[in-house]
C-alpha cells in the first residue's frame, strides 16, 4: 500500500511559477513510477507529466511541455512538479498517482488527495 500526499499548490499571477511535491509512503515507494494528472472545473481528468522510478524517463502532455518539469529524489520519497509560465487555462486540482509498474500515462494505483492550482490572468 502506497499514500501520497501533493502539497506546494496555491494562487500565482500568470507566467509566475509554483513547484508542486508528492511525497510517497510505503517501503517500496522510492521503486514506483509516478504521475501527474488534473482536473480542471467541469472538465475530466487529464494527463499532465510521468516520471519512471529511476528518474530516466518523463513523459508530457503536449500542453505543458516546455513549461513543466516533472522530477524525484527517491532518498525522500518525493516527487515534483516544477510549473514555470503558467497560464489561466493551467487552473486545475493537481494530482499526484504512483504505479507499480512502468511508467504510464493512464494506468495508476494509487492517488493522492489533490492540490488546488490557481492561475489568475
Known amino acids: 500500500q502506497v499514500q501520497l500526499v501533493e502539497s506546494g499548490g496555491g494562487l500565482v499571477q500568470a507566467g509566475g511559477s509554483l513547484r508542486l511535491s508528492c511525497t510517497a509512503s510505503?517501503?517500496?515507494?522510492?521503486?514506483?513510477?509516478m504521475g501527474w494528472f488534473r482536473q480542471a472545473p467541469g472538465k475530466e481528468r487529464e494527463f499532465v507529466a510521468a516520471?519512471?522510478?529511476?528518474?530516466?524517463?518523463?513523459y508530457y502532455a503536449d500542453s505543458v511541455k516546455g513549461r513543466f518539469t516533472i522530477s524525484r529524489n527517491n532518498a525522500k520519497n518525493t516527487a515534483y512538479l516544477q510549473m514555470n509560465s503558467l497560464k489561466p487555462e493551467d487552473t486545475a486540482v493537481y494530482y499526484c498517482?504512483?504505479?507499480?509498474?512502468?511508467?504510464?500515462?493512464?494506468?495508476?494505483?494509487?492517488w493522492g488527495q489533490g492540490t488546488q492550482v490557481t492561475v489568475s490572468s
Open positions: 498517482a504512483a504505479t507499480a509498474s512502468a511508467i504510464s500515462r493512464d494506468r495508476y494505483d494509487y
Open positions: 510505503g517501503r517500496t515507494a522510492s521503486t514506483y513510477a
Open positions: 516520471i519512471s522510478w529511476t528518474g530516466g524517463t518523463q
